[in-house]
C-alpha cells in the first residue's frame, strides 16, 4: 500500500542546527527525497561539506545570500536555485540579507538522519 505523508510547514517548530540556522523536515513519508526548510540568520556559521550520496537542490524563498559550490559563490536572491552534485563541497553565507533567509533543500535519495533527527526532535517537542 502505497504511504501519503501529509501536513503543514505552520505547523511544525523550528530545530537548532547549528549558529544562525534551524529547520524543519518534511515529507518525511516519501521513499526517495527528503525536503528541508532552513531558516538562516545574518552571520551564520558556515558548514562547508559535502554529501557522498545525496544529489540536492537548494531554492531560496526569502532574503538574500552567497551560496557557494565548488568554491565559485553565486548570489542568490528570493526564487533562485541551485544544483549542487553528489560529493561536490558547498555551504551557505548570510551576511547582509534584509530578512532571514528561508532556504528550501531538496535531497535525492533521502538523507535518512535528517528523518531520524527531526522524528527524535519532534517527539521530544510534543512531550
Request: aromatic fraction near 12%; glycine fraction near 8%; charged fraction near 25%.
Amino acid at each position: 500500500m502505497t504511504k501519503i505523508d501529509y501536513g503543514n510547514l505552520d505547523n511544525l517548530p523550528w530545530q537548532f542546527v547549528r549558529e544562525g540556522i534551524t529547520r524543519k523536515v518534511f515529507g518525511m513519508g516519501a521513499e526517495n527525497i527528503n525536503v528541508t526548510i532552513n531558516r538562516v540568520e545574518n552571520g551564520n556559521e558556515k558548514n562547508p561539506h559535502s554529501h557522498e550520496e545525496n544529489e540536492q537542490i537548494a531554492l531560496i524563498l526569502e532574503g538574500e545570500c552567497d551560496y557557494y559550490v565548488d568554491g565559485v559563490p553565486y548570489r542568490m536572491t528570493k526564487g533562485s536555485w541551485i544544483t549542487v552534485p553528489a560529493g561536490v563541497e558547498h555551504y551557505i553565507e548570510v551576511y547582509d540579507s534584509p530578512v532571514p533567509v528561508l532556504n528550501m533543500d531538496i535531497f535525492y535519495p533521502l538523507r535518512e538522519e535528517y528523518n531520524e533527527s527531526y522524528g527524535k526532535f519532534i517527539e521530544s517537542y510534543r512531550k
